[in-house]
């Protein structure tokens, strides 16, 4: 195979060096407009193929087009690479808005193209585990997730905190729930610094007896990865931050007994053992770029397809109308077309 990467900035280098590695890649090209980048990018990877313009890049006979620029970008070139003929990877978020992805998915499919959107976390051995502790009955029915991604971070020119890092957890929360539904979301924030939200809240709605929230901020002095899922049988940790037990599982729930009135209900606490499992190390950007190799071989979509992505932008795009009417609730048909 032969891959062309666009977008050498912070990101790019680690789809470059991935690619590289795959045994089924034999070049990979680089492109982007920054003469520094592509410097950089000769003296780390000499063996990549560096060009400055997009275009000629697609004349190339290349089967996997990656797109790493700015959010803003996604759609046109993931646009421009389908009608080359290419198949493609698009970094997180998969688009702008969902009418852009929902474009992209249908070009896709007329010309039997396939759409990687790197949801990298989806490929942590962490993220593999939950999924496998929550289909094996384990955890019992999801009731909420709180989930904490703060630190002194990286400010988007295009996007806000809520489209720069809450894509990870939107992601991993419909991993985990495949088959529930989000039926609304309300977001608040600030913008502290210039146009777009340096600090957010989004809440999440189910049509299930679920919530889901998620703080961001760009603009926090500690560095905290942290979500908890609780289940109706057992709670679990996943804390990123923690080098060896980033998973905890805790045999912890809340029982109560059914009375009329509140104050007559029993409710008892169940705290019993907790245990870390051990978790696969291997990069997660390998693993999604075998899986993208593997699914264009074998003509399927991947683990993470482009409908994976517009299900992400309707909540991150039903949080950008809310965000802007101090919270408002916004109601989305998550799965109106990615069933
Ligand atoms: N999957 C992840 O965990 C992860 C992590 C970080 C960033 N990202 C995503 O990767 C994408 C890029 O983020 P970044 O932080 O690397 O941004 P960045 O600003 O550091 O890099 C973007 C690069 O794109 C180049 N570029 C822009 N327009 C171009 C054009 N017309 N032709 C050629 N090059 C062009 C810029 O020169 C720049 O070097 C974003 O979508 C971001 O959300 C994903």
Redesign the pocket.
């Known amino acids: 195979m032969k891959v062309g990467i666009?977008?050498?900035?912070?990101?790019?280098p680690n789809l470059i060096r991935n690619f590289m590695s795959h045994p089924e890649v034999k070049t990979v090209y680089g492109?982007?407009?920054?003469d520094d980048?592509l410097n950089f990018i000769k003296s780390r990877f000499p063996a990549a193929e560096l060009l400055k313009d997009?275009n000629e890049m697609l004349k190339k006979d290349i089967d996997i087009v990656a797109i790493?620029?700015?959010?803003d970008?996604?759609f046109k070139f993931g646009k421009m690479a389908l009608d080359a003929g290419k198949n493609i990877w698009v970094?997180?978020?998969f688009t702008a808005t969902s009418a852009e992805s929902i474009q992209l998915i249908e070009l896709a499919e007329k010309k039997n193209l396939k759409i990687f959107v790197?949801h990298?976390f989806i490929y942590t051995g962490a993220v593999q585990k939950m999924r496998d502790l929550v289909d094996s009955g384990e955890i019992g029915a999801i009731r909420y997730f709180d989930s904490v991604r703060i630190n002194l971070g990286?400010f988007q020119h295009d996007v806000n905190v809520i489209w720069?890092l809450a894509p990870?957890d939107i992601s991993i929360m419909n991993y985990l729930m495949p088959n529930s539904k989000v039926v609304a979301v309300s977001a608040h924030g600030i913008a502290n610094y210039y146009d777009h939200e340096n600090v957010a809240h989004l809440s999440v709605y189910f049509e299930d007896n679920c919530f889901a929230h998620f703080h961001v901020n760009w603009t926090s002095p500690v560095k905290i990865r942290k979500m908890l899922v609780g289940g109706d049988k057992k709670m679990l940790v996943f804390d990123d931050m923690e080098n060896f037990e980033k998973i905890k599982i805790y045999d912890a729930g809340v029982e109560m007994s059914s009375k009329e009135k509140i104050h007559e209900a029993l409710v008892q606490y169940r705290m019993g053992d907790m245990h870390s499992p051990k978790v696969q190390a291997t990069e997660a950007l390998s693993l999604g770029a075998a899986e993208f190799i593997k699914a264009i071989n074998e003509n399927r979509d991947p683990l993470t397809s482009g409908k994976d992505g517009l299900n992400v932008v309707k909540i991150l795009e039903a949080s950008e109308k809310s965000i802007k009417n101090k919270g408002k609730l916004i109601e989305i048909n998550q799965y109106e077309y990615a069933k």
């Open positions: 666009i977008g050498l900035g912070y990101w790019g492109c982007d407009l920054s980048r997009y790493s620029t700015p959010v970008t996604h970094e997180k978020p790197d990298t990286l720069d990870h």
